[in-house]
Structure formats: C-alpha cells, structure tokens
Antibody, heavy 123, light 113 residues
Framework: EVQLVESGGDLVQPGDSLRLSCTAS????????MSWVRQAPGKGLEWVAN????????YYVGSVRGRFTISRDNAKNSLYLQMNSLRAEDTAVYYC????????????????WGQGTQVTVSS | DIVMTQSPDSLAVSLGERAIINCKSS????????????LAWYQQKAGQPPKLLIY???TRESGVPDRFSGSGSGTDFTLTISSLQAEDVAVYYC?????????FGQGTKVEIK
C-alpha cells in the first residue's frame, strides 16, 4: 500500500524558515516524480513544486520560486521542502503527492496523497 | 498560466439523482501527439486529503465507483455523478497537467438536497 507521511509543519513568524519532510513507503520511491501541493484555510488546491526521480529537474509555482527549495533523498525514501522567507500567505496545509507514471511516461496527475502537515505563518 | 474555471461553485442534488460539474480551461489541454487530454478530477471530503477520481479526462482511477465519469476535450470538461450517494458529499476539483504550473479549478461543493 502506498503511504506518504508528511511532517515538519509548525507555527512560525514571518521571515522564518521551515523544512517539511515526506516519508514514502509501499512503492519504489526513486521511480516517481514527486510534488508538494498546498491548501490555504478554506481555499482550493495550489501546486507548489515538483522534482524528477533523480532530482535533476525541479519546477516551482511563481509565488514560491526563489524562496522554496524542493529536494529528495532516494536512499531514505524522503521528499523535502525547504521554505525560507515565509509569509502569511504561505499559511496552508502542505501535502506530499506522488505523480503518475505509466504508458511509457510520467505525468503530473496526483495519484497518491499524504494526510498533510499544517504550516502557519503569523506574528 | 492555464486558468481552470469550474461551474457551479456549489450544487445540491437529491440522493439518487445526477450531479454534473463543469470545468473550463483557458487554453486547450489536448496534446496533439498522443490525443490525450491532460485533465484530472479529484474529490476532497471534509478533513481529508484529495483523492484522484479521473485522469486523462475520462479514465477512472482503480477502485473509483462507476457512477463517476469524466468527459470532454480541449477546453471543456464534465464530471458526472450518475446517482448521488450520501458518501459523495465533498468538494470536487479539476486540474490540468498540460503545462506548468499545474493548476486546479476553484472547486465545486456537492451537497444533498
């Protein structure tokens, strides 16, 4: 069974840094692109960043580019999100999600999700 | 960025009746080389993470009841729940994965009338 477990969420002040982790099990982690998706309180879903299987390609939504860094450690089956210069508008539940690979390619639909970790940025 | 717009924002349907949710993309998400629409649908129940229902616009994810179906192509898509059950109360999102940044619709809340 595919399992994704996020951790690291916290209450922090504007300008602070935070590192989120996602531990994967039940599948070969190194075979899949992985993403972070967030959801602000009472709002919809927003894709944040994703990373290729070997970490050689990374993509970000414009609002976090230059402040957030996605990374992975395939030996530890782990995905990370380093968040710097946090703002109030970064307050959200952050989900780790596994993308789809099949039919000879990999695509950005999110077939498995973790339960999420809460990040609150407030003074 | 591709903007995804869902309609309606909410709808109330009687048990056993049909629910229809529309999703419109600001640009086509049909990839010509493989004739696939890069469009997915998700269900999110209160307090839970999203769950994938449909991908490639009309392919049902394993384990998803067949009362859920997806249709459409290019810029206009529909999620249909053929016979609404109590457990289908949720917010539904469409998402395009044609071009980065991958974007979601604003969500449609489905309730029981």
């Amino acid at each position: 069974e595919v399992q994704l477990v996020e951790s690291g969420g916290d209450l922090v002040q504007p300008g602070d840094s935070l590192r989120l982790s996602c531990t994967a099990s039940g599948f070969t982690f190194s075979n899949y692109w992985m993403s972070w998706v967030r959801q602000a309180p009472g709002k919809g879903l927003e894709w944040v960043a994703n990373i290729k299987q070997d970490g050689s390609e990374k993509y970000y939504v414009g609002s976090v580019r230059g402040r957030f860094t996605i990374s992975r450690d395939n030996a530890k089956n782990s995905l990370y999100l380093q968040m710097n210069s946090l703002r109030a508008e970064d307050t959200a539940v952050y989900y780790c999600a596994r993308e789809y690979c099949g039919g000879g390619g990999c695509y950005r639909s999110f077939h498995h999700w973790g339960q999420g970790t809460q990040v609150t940025v407030s003074s | 960025d591709i903007v995804m717009t869902q309609s309606p924002d909410s709808l109330a349907v009687s048990l056993g009746e049909r629910a229809i949710i529309n999703c419109k993309s600001s640009r086509s998400v049909l990839y010509g080389s493989n004739n696939k629409n890069y469009l997915a649908w998700y269900q999110q129940k209160a307090g839970q993470p999203p769950k994938l229902l449909i991908y490639w616009a009309s392919t049902r994810e394993s384990g998803v009841p067949d009362r859920f179906s997806g249709s459409g192509s290019g810029t206009d898509f529909t999620l249909t729940i053929s016979s609404l059950q109590a457990e289908d109360v949720a917010v539904y999102y469409c998402q395009q994965y044609y071009s980065t940044p991958w974007t979601f619709g604003q969500g449609t809340k489905v309730e029981i009338k």
